[in-house]
Each structure stands twice: as C-alpha cells, then as structure tokens.
C-alpha cells in the first residue's frame, strides 16, 4: 500500500505540490512502471505459455470435417442387362462428415527435443527479465544519485556566495571608515554576481537532472520531487566476491541457455532423417442420394483405425544443409558466451580499481576540502585586519569550490562503480 500511495502521490503532483522522493521510493516506482520490465514480463508470459507438450507436437490432434452437396444432374445410363435409364433434371444429394484423431507415435525424438528448447527458452526469458531488473534498478541509482551530486554543488555554491556576502559587507563597512576604494567594491558585486549567476545555471542541471529520473521510472516528468539525500558508498565490495559471482550473472546464465537452445535444435534439426510414426483413428459418415439412376441410396458409416509411416528418402540435401547451420549457431553461441565472460571480467577488474583508487582519493581530498575552508576563512579574517588583497581571497575561494566539486565528483564516481559492480554480481535491490 506504500508504494501504490507513492505512485498516487505523483499522479496528484502539481507545480505547487513538491513530494519528496527516496531512492527505494524511485525503485519501486521503477520496477512497477519502467516499459522494458513490462515488455521483459510480457515476453516470459509468452514464452511461459508456448511451454506446452501440445506446442511441441506431443499430444494428439482431433478435427472434423463435413460437407453436404445437392446437384440437379442428367443422368444417361446403361446396364449390361440392356435396359437404359435417361432423366434429364434429376436432383442428387451428398452428405460426407468424418471425425479424424492423430497421434504422433515416433518422429526421432524431437517432440522430446522441442519440449526442452521450449522450456530452455523460457527459463531464459525469465534470467533476462532479472538483467532488465537489475539494469533498471542501476539506472534508477544512477540517476538519483547524480540529482545528489548537483545538490551538492550548489550546497558549495551556496557557501561560496555567503562567503562573497560576507566580503561584500567587510568592504561597505572599510569604505565607510575610508579603508576600502571602489575598485574592491565593484570587484566584490562583480564576483557575487558571477555566483549567483553560476547558482542559476546549477540549478537549472539539478531541475534537469530530475527530470531525466522521472522520465526513466515513467513518472510525469512535470512532476516537482524532493530529494533530501547524501552519497554513501560501502566500502566492503572485494575484488574475489565478484569474479566469483560472474558465472551466475543472468546474461551470462542466458547466454548459457542459448547455447542449450541451440543444441537441442541440432537435435530437432535431425530428427527429420528419422521416419515418423502416427496413430489414425476417427469415424466417417457418407450418404449418397440420387432422384434417378442405378443407384438411388448409398449409405455408410463406421469407425476406423490404422497407422502412417512417413519415411524421408531424399530431400535434396535439405536437411543436412539445416544441421551444418545448426550447429554453427551453437558454436557462434559458445564463442558469445566466452566473448561476453571475458569482456564481463575486464570491466570488473577496470571497475573496482575505479572504486578502490575513488575512494583512496576520498581520503585525500576530504582533507584538501577541510584545508580549502580553513584557507578562506583565514583569508577572510586577514582581509578584515588589513593583511590580505582581495585576489587572495578570490583565489582561497575558487580553492574552496574546486576542492568541493572535486570531492562530491569522486564520491559519485566511487558509488557508481558499487552500483556497476553489484549489478554485475546480480546484488542490486538485495
């Protein structure tokens, strides 16, 4: 119920309504509304419902048919007796109806064969419905987690300008006393003006930012969202856990399957050197009725029951051509499936040194980023008493910001290479 008021929430949302929005909330949202899951779910739906022994040919195949015909027919006979029988108009009638059952007996096993391609092929669905899944929900954190990153800027932005505010106010209260000329004073509205300005644009890439979310959770993107969050990244992701896990990623179990799909139709495939062997039976009904002739009334009726033996003599080389075909598509899958691992394998190893070397850099700049305040700070108070120009001041804040936006960028960075790195392990949204 949660999550349906959520999504009501959303649908109600208006330019005067802002609703805060968390990540799971996002995920949620995603994973009930994204079109790629729903057409992901629609296709093991149908692959689900092709999973059947009759699709496979297995069960037996009950049809009827039935015809009646009237004919106006001029009928000229004569009999070894040496009487003839000649009427011009004559009406005739005939009624045909028969119920027919076959059943597949024998056809070299590949009733068998399909079945199992049938059932491979939906497991498979079901594996890349789970890759969609965890694609989503990587995309979903992506996204809401760069809305975090441009927050954060103008967080930096925001103390950047109360920074310049205060300067501004140190030098209307010199120029007052006749310690301050104008050319600090108009540099110092030049350089808040520039913040401000430079605060617009974040906030425009921040408003854009979310509106990118909500058009991939399928939410109106006119729809105002709060996100009140930070960036945490857990640190206890290891190297050996995940190449571990890559095996059981489910593009790599899909690419597994097709492999099994595609050597269960080598097995179809020659299944049709092999004779096929079906069971008839049914009931047929014929009359015949005639207004003249020999024969006036011809009635039958009756069950009947046989077998049907289909033998493949020649076909052209038809089917051996089909065979050589198959079984290069199952090499052409075993190749993709290596092809895959290994490319899944590097981007692992080159993913966690971005994580590892990320958050190794976090360390450092968490540390240039405490200097950087403490550096503007101190430039402040000596431009208060006289020891400091105002282009040390300037330069101690572009310190400040680069430090800020420097810091807030590996953060990100190393959060994204956790998302890439769980996705890859199958272990987003656990």
Do not use: C
Request: aromatic share 6%; hydrophobic share 40%; no cysteine.
């Amino acid at each position: 119920m949660k999550y349906l008021f959520v999504i009501l929430l959303f649908a109600l949302a208006t330019k005067s309504h802002a609703q805060q929005l968390t990540l799971q909330d996002a995920i949620n949202i995603a994973l009930k509304k994204n079109f790629d899951i729903q057409i992901a779910k629609n296709v093991v739906e149908i692959n689900k419902t092709n999973n059947d022994i009759g699709v496979a040919g297995g069960l037996p195949t009950v049809s009827g048919t039935a015809s009646d015909q009237e004919s106006i027919v001029n009928i000229n006979q004569k009999q070894n007796t040496g009487s003839d029988i000649t009427r011009n108009g004559a009406a005739s009638n005939a009624l045909n109806a028969n119920v027919t059952g076959t059943i597949l007996l024998y056809n070299g096993y590949k009733v068998v064969a399909t079945k199992k391609r049938l059932e491979e092929l939906q497991k498979q669905s079901e594996q890349l419905l789970n890759a969609q899944i965890q694609n989503t929900i990587a995309g979903v954190m992506t996204k809401y987690y760069d809305v975090v990153r441009q927050q954060s800027y103008i967080k930096t932005l925001q103390q950047s300008i109360d920074l310049s505010k205060k300067q501004l106010e140190l030098i209307q209260a010199k120029q007052a006393i006749g310690l301050a000329n104008n050319a600090d004073l108009f540099q110092s509205q030049i350089d808040l003006n520039t913040r401000m300005q430079d605060m617009q644009t974040q906030q425009l890439i921040v408003d854009q930012a979310k509106t990118d979310l909500l058009n991939l959770i399928s939410v109106n993107p006119d729809s105002l969202i709060i996100i009140k969050d930070t960036i945490t990244i857990d640190r206890d992701i290891k190297l050996a856990d995940v190449m571990n896990t890559i095996t059981v990623n489910p593009q790599i179990i899909s690419l597994d399957q097709q492999i099994k799909i595609n050597e269960l139709i080598e097995k179809e495939t020659a299944a049709q050197r092999y004779p096929s062997l079906r069971a008839n039976t049914g009931l047929n009904y014929g009359r015949t009725q005639s207004g003249a002739g020999q024969l006036l009334l011809n009635q039958s009726y009756g069950p009947f029951i046989g077998l049907s033996v289909t033998v493949p003599i020649y076909s052209g080389g038809v089917i051996k051509r089909q065979e050589k075909v198959a079984n290069i598509n199952t090499q052409n899958a075993k190749l993709q499936k290596e092809s895959a691992l290994l490319s899944y394998q590097s981007n692992v190893i080159k993913t966690y040194q971005s994580y590892t070397n990320n958050m190794q850099q976090m360390q450092t700049q968490q540390n240039t980023y405490q200097l950087s305040q403490q550096l503007v700070d101190l430039s402040l108070q000596r431009f208060q008493l006289s020891a400091a120009t105002i282009i040390e001041i300037r330069e101690a804040q572009k310190s400040f910001e680069a430090a800020g936006y420097t810091l807030v960028n590996l953060s990100y960075a190393a959060k994204i290479a956790e998302v890439e790195l769980k996705r890859v392990s199958g272990k987003l949204g656990l």
